[in-house]
């Protein structure tokens, strides 16, 4: 079984930044593509940044020019590095993998467990 594992949330002042990483760990399998997603307290989880294993990038337009999504396809590894943080930002961030194995043959999303990111005005 595969797992994601995420890191790098924190508390951080408005204007600031942080790197979240996640890391997909297991045995037999590849990674298409990875992406990050936020929930806010009271809303619904909305798509941050994704990317395939090719390096196409989708953006949501809300973190343009902040964010920026990378991966590390040999660490099996995705990074999101946030600038430039505002309030609505604060969420917890979940990293999300669409996963495959080779034997037995299988496809699956997985998610890793969430990381908090808090931004004080």
């Known amino acids: 079984q595969v797992q994601l594992v995420e890191s790098g949330g924190g508390l951080v002042q408005a204007g600031g930044f942080l790197r979240l990483s996640c890391v997909a760990s297991?045995?037999?399998?590849?990674?298409?593509?990875m992406g990050w997603y936020r929930q806010a307290p009271g809303k619904q989880r909305e798509l941050v940044a994704t990317?395939?294993?090719?390096?196409?990038?989708n953006l949501a337009d809300s973190v343009k020019g902040r964010f920026a999504i990378s991966r590390d396809n040999a660490k099996n590894t995705v990074y999101l590095q946030m600038n430039s943080l505002e309030p609505e930002d604060t969420a917890v961030y979940y990293c999300n993998a669409d996963v495959f194995y080779y034997r037995p043959y299988g496809a699956t999303s997985l998610w890793g467990q969430g990381t908090q990111v808090t931004v004080s005005s």
């Open positions: 990317i395939t294993s090719g390096g196409s990038i």
């Open positions: 297991g045995s037999s399998f590849g990674i298409n593509a």
